[in-house]
């Protein structure tokens, strides 16, 4: 991986000898993980710890009359049964609103049930006990009266005068509502030669974490202060909300993300289990842990997608698309969720449809209303698979209706790449996208004309094949437009602290996280290679209130983007401090002296001339030899957010190829590509994975994910039997491949990739299907896309 | 979750657990592989006082032939049937069968004794044993029975065998040079259960049909063993004869309804089966025509 070839006049600070950007190199924390030595809060262990395990309501909707737990206390090991009324004296309820997102209401939350559930899996009694087991069994021996009360369960109906209103100081069951009305578009439709609509169904479903919620809280009341272990995507976010609501400083809380098996956005949220957790720990003045069981997770994790959208789309004969408009509902359980609301789903589906095309007609509406479910919110591509879905579901169904090849409609219709910068009709202003060369990319990778005659050659032979096609746009690198204005106090700056040590190496304190997708790679990756260190002597610190500067976390595919952003001008600053002192010592000019290789070099010639070890050996030990009132600054601190754009936008294409089995109603993945950008590309691999990884989730709710109620509000498949997740034996092999357009946002240029994988594979696995299926003149517009629905629109069952 | 707490015991040898089993009656359980019954007590489905452990009774292992008959004893693990040659020879049914049961980590621990005595209505080697008329042998303090495989269970997770007893070993004839199977099922994903499956073999003279056992699973509450293949045997299938046999299975077949399928496409999924299953074992594709647009 070395390159030495080239010298550094003239190149960027990433584009130096020994340079680690664009190279795929190992993770610094594979050897701990791969040993088993990861540090997982499920794994931890504190003198004095208690487990909670939380009882909850079997009901969807029901008021709690009576709660009975004198059993239950004079079991062995139980130390304490606290219901929410209990519980409430000492954390306060929370309401899940952002000012940005008008007319957003939502009812008072509280850590655990007070007077009634609206949720079945929602806890209405916490009992500590020694042991988990012990805190099961006791458990069972709290009684609980209960008045079922009628649960709201179809959101399409929700709204009707006659469905009972789940909060009813808050008048309705709409919990927001936005309208937007872009352009012309009842002339555009007027004046299309076509207008195709479509209903499109979308299974609610959750992203399932391999280990599952967990948190250690640790009250101190020697110190009066509350260490929390905690798997989160936001230490920050989690501390200044747990003590806002413990009636705690910020100061008083210090929040400690280890390891973290799996986040997907589901662990960037406030639960009201951890948040009772929290305040037990206070309570009881000893470390208390809870981690959910599976079923509680299926139970008690965010859900999301669960999108009914009626939609069109006008088009002219020549393959213009002229107009788009849909009508959205979305059911998000019975409170908006904490912090982060569970409006902005819904909010994204109407900012992102018609994203990639140059149509400026649009119109939209969505209305987010309350059902006795599960809470929703953000997960992984938030808002971007329901919008894409919807988005490259309606374009071939035109292309469809007018007889044009999916890809002819498309090259027709997506922006242009040299007309940028430019805006969408919901007010989305792109930086710089290149659709046009992501399209011939994929063209050319999947080897559309021969698929084609395959797929021809193949149907005569009653094998019927399909391929399906999906553009995208994804949001990154969000700016203070995503939350900070709406009044929460979740950070969109992250900062980056680096020193040289002692002995010649780094340490590097980082706001952002890792949840497994190569954080603590990209930063060292940044920081050795803008230093000239190399990457084994940088050692990198995450996830600690107390020991990073204050930032955001890693969410909204941010992490690289912005903490690595802070992480390249922080490590710039200290090279230049090095230089400094370098300079000093050698008594030569800072500019003729450049880092390489752990030393300090001659820009001419390349001559080493010291160490990084001795010069810090020189700056802690022997001061006293550097010239009078010089001082040196081997550490640097700083901080980054993007101020040009409100989001980094990326851009990509996936195409699906699959076989349905029209007899039985199975669907065959066969192969899928995707083609993405997200500018400066730090570590392939680490990219391709996010990438694969993201298909694959979208894979799963495209064909498997689906949390399934009934009508009476029961999830009726909480475990990994019924809930299907996909896995590897289904999985087709994901091409993936990169057209680079960097944001001039920062001197990185790195936007986001965590979520592209996610945005359109449904949207071209539904694609495939339809176009599988077009001989026998049948469209799906649902996922997951199950055999039974399969076998139910070829009119089989 | 966390299962409540139990008792655990290993039993030595198998009078030793029949009489462990005879002192607890229903409050004991028997534990072989633990694949269905860990989960099951995890999720307190299930809160047994007492497990008998009887992994280390080795009468109860082994794969062997003699006069025409395959024992194959109840801790016999999935694995040891995947990779058993004897198996592979004599009941070539389970060695293809037993692919489609879970995965490598289950296979590597779940027996047929467990699989058998479990009796899921949607599991593979029930109907295995029904389509190969496998003998199940039990074994109580007052001696041994040996049950018809189709006699043996009698509905979802229930089965003949009492409390106290030990199922020991399943037998069966070994298969003959005209003997054919077929096996396949519909699911979700590699190692799920099925949505519905099929475990037949059969005898073939020239291109008829002599005898074919089809052993449906996750049709019911308990494997099939259908009546309708008397339409398919002693005479060359013709379509129509398939047709009439698909409609004698559709009346005998009472499937539940549930998230994967509705009792209709199970239905009309196990005929899509039985129409494969012949096409397949004929060698005659036309029989299993798929539908064209
Ligand atoms: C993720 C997963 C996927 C699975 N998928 C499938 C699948 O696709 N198909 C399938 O068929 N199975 C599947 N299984 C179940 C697996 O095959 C089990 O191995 C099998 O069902 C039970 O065998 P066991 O030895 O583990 O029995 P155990 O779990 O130990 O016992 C099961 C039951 O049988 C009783 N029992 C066990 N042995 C005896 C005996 N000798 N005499 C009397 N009673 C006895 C026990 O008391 C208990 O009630 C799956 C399991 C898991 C965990």
Redesign the pocket.
């Known amino acids: 991986m070395n390159d030495s070839s080239e010298k550094q006049s003239g190149l960027s600070v990433l584009d130096r000898p020994n340079s680690y950007i664009g190279k795929t190199v190992p993770r610094p924390n594979l050897g701990r993980l791969m040993q088993g030595r990861g540090q997982y809060v499920s794994d931890m262990v504190l003198p004095r710890m208690a487990h909670v395990v939380f009882l909850r309501s079997p009901y969807a909707h029901a008021r709690i009359l009576k709660i009975d737990a004198t059993e239950a206390k004079a079991m062995p090991g139980v130390i304490a049964v606290v219901t929410g009324a209990e519980l409430a004296k000492v954390i306060t309820p929370w309401v899940g609103v952002l000012s940005h997102l008008k007319g957003l209401k939502s009812a008072p939350q509280h850590a655990i049930a007070t007077d009634r559930a609206c949720w079945q899996g929602e806890a209405v009694a916490a009992i500590v006990a020694t042991g988990r087991a012990l805190a099961e069994d006791a458990a069972e021996l709290v009684s609980v009266d209960y008045e079922e009360l009628v649960p709201v369960t179809d959101m399409r109906t929700a709204l009707d005068p006659e469905t009972p209103v789940i909060h009813p100081e808050l008048g309705d069951n709409l919990a927001f509502e936005r309208n937007l009305d872009a352009g012309a578009v009842d002339q555009a439709f007027k004046d299309s030669d076509e207008v195709v609509e479509a209903k499109f169904v979308f299974g609610r479903h959750t992203g399932v974490t391999l280990e599952p919620r967990a948190v250690l809280a640790d009250w101190n009341s020697g110190e009066e202060r509350l260490t929390v272990y905690l798997g989160t995507q936001a230490p920050h976010m989690v501390q200044n909300i747990a003590a806002m609501h413990l009636g705690l400083d910020e100061a008083q809380v210090r929040v400690v993300c280890k390891d973290v098996g799996g986040s997907f956005g589901i662990k960037v949220h406030i639960y009201a289990d951890e948040m009772a957790t929290l305040a037990l720990s206070k309570l009881l003045r000893r470390p208390v842990k809870f981690v959910a069981d599976r079923v509680e997770s299926f139970n008690t994790d965010i859900h999301a997608r669960d999108h009914v959208c009626k939609a069109r789309i006008g088009v002219s004969k020549n393959g213009t698309i002229n107009a788009f408009e849909i009508d959205d509902v979305t059911g998000i359980g019975p409170y908006s969720m904490y912090p982060r609301t569970s409006a902005i789903e819904a909010n994204q589906v109407i900012n992102l449809v018609g994203g990639p095309y140059t149509t400026q007609n649009y119109r939209a509406r969505t209305r987010v209303v309350f059902q006795n479910k599960n809470v929703t919110c953000q997960y992984r591509g938030v808002g971007h698979p329901i919008a894409c879905s919807i988005t490259e579901g309606l374009v071939d169904l035109a292309a469809q209706r007018i007889g044009m090849d999916p890809i002819e409609i498309r090259r027709r219709n997506l922006i242009r790449d040299d007309a940028y910068p430019c805006g969408s009709p919901s007010g989305l202003k792109f930086e710089a996208l290149s659709h046009h060369a992501s399209l011939d990319k994929l063209i050319a990778m999947m080897n559309y004309d021969a698929l084609r005659a395959e797929q021809a050659e193949l149907r005569k032979r009653g094998i019927y094949r399909g391929i399906g096609i999906a553009s995208f746009i994804e949001v990154t690198n969000p700016s203070a437009a995503f939350y900070g204005v709406g009044g929460a106090r979740i950070s969109s700056q992250d900062g980056v602290a680096v020193r040289l040590d002692a002995t010649g190496r780094v340490i590097c304190q980082t706001s952002i996280t890792e949840q497994g997708q190569g954080s603590e790679s990209l930063t060292a990756q940044i920081v050795g290679s803008v230093l000239g260190v190399s990457m084994g002597r940088v050692r990198v610190i995450l996830g600690d209130t107390d020991n990073t500067p204050y930032g955001g976390g890693t969410w909204a595919s941010r992490g690289a983007g912005i903490g690595g952003e802070a992480a390249l001008q922080a490590a710039k600053v200290l090279r230049k401090n090095i230089l400094d002192v370098a300079a000093a010592i050698l008594q030569a000019k800072p500019h003729d002296l450049d880092i390489i290789d752990n030393a300090v070099v001659d820009v001419q010639g390349g001559q080493q001339r010291i160490e990084l070890h001795e010069l810090a050996r020189v700056v802690y030990f022997r001061p006293d030899t550097l010239p009078p009132g010089f001082q040196p600054e081997l550490m640097a601190t700083r901080h980054f957010v993007p101020r040009e754009y409100p989001f980094a936008f990326t851009n990509g294409i996936q195409a699906s190829w699959l076989e349905v089995d029209t007899q039985a109603g199975f669907i065959k993945l066969l192969k899928h590509w995707v083609v993405e950008d997200c500018g400066t590309i730090i570590n392939p691999q680490l990219v391709d994975e996010q990438i694969r990884g993201g298909v694959v989730q979208g894979l799963g709710a495209a064909l498997y994910e689906h949390c399934i109620y009934d009508e009476r509000g029961q999830l009726t498949n909480a475990n990994?039997?019924d809930y299907l997740v996909p896995m590897s034996g289904e999985m087709p092999d994901i091409d993936v491949g990169h057209i680079v357009s960097p944001t001039l946002d920062g001197e990185l240029g790195a936007k986001g990739a965590g979520e592209a994988g996610t945005a359109a594979a449904a949207a071209a696995v539904t694609n495939a299907v339809n176009d599988a299926l077009s001989p026998f003149n049948v469209t799906v517009t649902e996922i997951p896309l199950t055999p039974r629905v399969i076998l139910t629109a070829l009119g089989r069952i | 979750m966390k299962a409540s707490a139990f008792s655990y015991t290993r039993a030595s040898s198998v009078t030793d657990a029949l009489d462990l089993l005879a002192l607890h009656g229903d409050q004991a359980?028997?534990?072989?592989?633990?694949?269905?019954?860990?989960?099951?007590l995890n999720l307190r489905l299930?809160a047994p006082a007492l497990l008998v452990d009887?992994g280390a009774i080795s009468e109860?292992r082994g794969i062997s032939e003699s006069n025409g008959v395959l024992k194959i004893g109840?801790?016999t693990?999935?694995v040891d049937i995947l990779r058993s040659p004897d198996i592979a020879k004599h009941a070539p049914l389970l060695t293809e069968a037993i692919a489609?049961?879970?995965?490598p980590a289950?296979?590597n621990?779940?027996?047929?004794?467990?699989?058998?005595?479990?009796a899921?209505p949607?599991?593979?080697?029930?109907a295995c044993t029904i389509g190969l008329d496998a003998i199940i042998v039990?074994r109580g303090r007052n001696g041994e029975r040996r049950i018809q495989a189709a006699d043996f269970f009698t509905g979802i997770?229930e089965t003949v065998?009492s409390p106290e007893?030990?199922?020991?070993a399943v037998e069966m004839p070994v298969a003959k040079s005209n003997s054919a199977h077929f096996f396949h099922e519909y699911?979700r994903r590699k190692?799920?259960?099925?949505i519905v499956g099929l475990a037949a073999s059969g005898i073939l003279e020239g291109d008829v049909f002599a005898d074919l056992r089809l052993g449906f699973f996750a049709v019911g509450d308990r494997p099939l063993l259908a009546a309708a293949s008397k339409h398919l045997t002693g005479k060359p299938v013709t379509a129509s004869m398939l047709a009439d046999a698909q409609a004698a299975l559709d009346a005998e077949l009472d499937p539940q309804e549930d998230q994967q399928a509705s009792a209709g496409m199970r239905r009309y999924l196990a005929r899509q089966l039985m129409a494969r299953c012949v096409a397949t074992l004929l060698g005659r594709p036309e029989l299993d025509a798929r539908p064209r647009a």
Not at chain 2, 29 to 40: D, E, F, H, T, Y
Request: neutral net charge; hydrophobic residues 45%; charged residues 15%.
């Open positions: 990994m039997a | 359980k028997v534990l072989s592989g633990g694949q269905s019954l860990m989960p099951a299930s009887i109860l109840a801790l693990r999935h489609y049961v879970a995965h289950i296979r621990k779940g027996t047929i004794g467990g699989s058998l005595a479990h899921d949607a599991s593979e080697l029930p039990v997770y065998l007893e030990l199922l020991v699911a190692g799920d259960y099925a």
